[in-house]
């Protein structure tokens, strides 16, 4: 079966200051599907993420070249308000940031921020999308309390949740369980194996057995460069670059 | 919709550019309006002269009494705070390195002290002179000043010793230094420009301070030759002298702001270079 | 050998003398400024304990009367003219610094940041003297001459208004040098998550910066009002020195740091005049020590929520 894909990223350079950070990326992502970005760390993993929904824009060293095309829109070269295709776009950050704000507000202002104010649409939408993470049942009671007084693993299911209720297709995930632990690292492994029948996943790891785990699809970086990429089996099974083997069998990280 | 929103964020960095731009504009008004009004009062002889016939009514002479005796005060304070805020800062950040809370308590104490206002340790100070009858002097204005700028010296110390790692102290205690020769020899050394910039910045307060000395330093025509003698400074030089009706006193009062300005801002510029000297000496762990 | 082992010996003793010497200083620095505080409240208590003991405390701080000569020792009106002085200037000087901080860390060139820092810090070590001059070769004039007639009033532009423009050009730079800390430590990837729930940039920094940061701006505020309030030489030189309640902007106050400053002189020829002036000055360190404290307990605190 042929894969439909979601991004596609051709010739993509991105450089702060004098230094290279990513060099001639080509890579696609398909369609509801996992796709684990894997490599070492400091190998460019988090900004190829980051330049997916142009959060590389804030920084003002940065410099980027090429093109990303999200169903078929180039999104570096676009007169399209970026706001709008950031909301294509759910972010799950290394850490859960939880908005300075209570946990309905956390969910609702994405909501508020594109202009839906009715407060019986808001509760719904917030219900909804706080039972999709199984959240509702642990906040329910305490939905007007500040949400940075939840445990992690529930501030990371919040972000996930308020990611979501924006409605975007496409999610990504910076090493969303490296604050983790095991049990709400597990949970929230097992949302995105839900998730990934409505949604296009993208995973940023450098847990070798979390890659293995979820991944449908990978690809391997190395020093702002993709060494291969492909279908889970066949990157696991059956590698082509030495590079990707001696990195599967643990010889670096 | 999305019109009124980018309305709203136009309008406001209007007004934040302004902001911005009031404050540039204001530190240049300020300077520029007292060297305006003082410039042309400053002569050879204002520098060089102590005021005849009184500094209130005389109209010959100039600010010699008032920029020595400033010097005087600001230095001996300086010097005092340093004898014991650099033992102090030492103190916090080698020997009670592992004791956080305290430390901070130290800190929030040194902070509170830095927020009372210098009126308040003049009062004190002269609360206690006429408690064991001493009369105002140059050796009283400078206990009081000393003791409004050991907080600010302290501070200022700490928030540089607090950036050296733990590991340059481990390894100089494993190497058999002492904890006073680990302070004295390696902390004090890789701080030093660091340092500089604190005593500098001390100075800047101690001498521009006009409400501790006002009863403590008392004012002269003379410049002091013993501490128990009062001292003329240029804060209450340009504030006594800027009161009187007589044009030529009110030019000494100019021509002290005029001076004092200028220290002020040599000590800043200087500051800034020993600053940007330590950013690039230091050894970047 | 034996000897060089004596001499080692006594290197080591020397040295670990030099050691105990050293704390030994050390911590009487520390026991200096951990009783400094309470010296300085003892002191001025003891002072000003004659006239507690003679008037009750609430006639003190209630009543309208000052005559010293009569042994009438009402510090209300200079209390009054103190908040004025002080809240206007921080109504003054709180939306600017607010407006320039949020422009310096969020919008501006970096070349505009580095051009604005010795700016700030020049501004920060100005003395309060050089600030009096400026205001009454400046502000003083501009209110009497300009702002005055131009609200149809006669004034001598001595006035509480002159005294707030003067501090709250002052406490600008206390004020925004805490703001930036702040507004610099909130971390990247808030900003990061408001956007990419689609928000723009103006509404992160109203909706989720500014809430971030409201504790500290909260303290900041805090700490630039007791600054205000107990800054004594500027406001002095042009506030008139009063006593009176000031009905309106244009005119002249009697803050309290004014009134000790300008009474010491003469207080030792007059009974419980400086008992007067000591309380006037405690007064003055209470209220400022409370506003510290409960500023830097914000600030402790909602650094403790972010860790």
Redesign the interface.
Known sequence: MMDKFKIVIENLNLQFGNQPILKNICASIPENKITVIMGPSGCGKTTLMKSLNRLTDLNPDAKVTGSIFIDGQDILHTSENITLIRKKMGLLAQRPYPLPMNIYNNIAYGLRISGRRKKRYLDKRVEHYLRQVSLWDEVKDRLKEPAGRLSIGQQQRLCLARGLAVGPDIILADEPTSALDPISSQAIEGKFNELKKNYTIVLVTHILRQAKRLADHVIFMYMGEVVEQGPASEIFGNPRQEMTKSYLNGIFY | MIQKKEFEEKFFRVLMFFSTLIIAAALIFIIFSVLYKGLPSISWEMLTQVPEGGFYFGREGGILNAIVGSLYLSTGATVMSFLVGLPLALYMNVHLVRYGKLVNTIRFILDLLWGVPSIVYGAFGFAVMTYFGIRVSLLAGTITVTLFVIPIMVRAMDEILKSVPVGLLESSLSLGSTRAETAYKVFFRQCLPGLSTAVLLSFGRAIGDAASILFTAGFTDYIPTSPDQPVATLPLSIFFQLSSPIPQVQERAYASAVVLVIIILVTSILSRMFSHRYQKNKINF | MNRAVMRVSRIRVG??L??KL??F???I??V???I??FI?VA??L??SLLLIEAQPLTELLFSKTWKPMAGRFGFYTFIISSVWVTILALLIAG???L??A???TQ????W?LR??H??????A??????????G???VVPFIGNYLGPFFGKSVSGYSILAGAIVLA?MI??FI?NILIEIFKNI?????????????????TIK??QV??A?PGIVSAFG?GM??A?????AVL?VVGNVAQIPKGLFQPGYPL?AL??NN??EM?SIPMY?SA??LA?LI??VV??I???AS?LII?KSEK?LA
């Open positions: 040295r670990l030099q050691d050293h704390v200083w050390m911590q620095c520390l200096l400024v951990f400094l505080p300085l002191g001025m003891y002072k939306p600017i610094c407006l320039t949020i422009h310096l919008y501006a060139k970096r505009v051009v604005m010795p700016i700030i810090d020049i501004l070590g100005i003395p309060s003297v050089i600030y009096g001059v400026w009454i070769l400046v050009i600008i730079p925004l971390p990247p990837e808030l900003s990061e998550a408001s956007m990419s729930l689609g928000a723009g940039k103006w509404q909706l989720v809430k971030k409201l700490l007791s600054r309030f107990g800054e004594t030489i030189m740091p000790i400053a010491y002189g030792l400086d002036l000591m000055a003055l360190f400022v020590l506003f510290n404290f830097r402790v929520q």
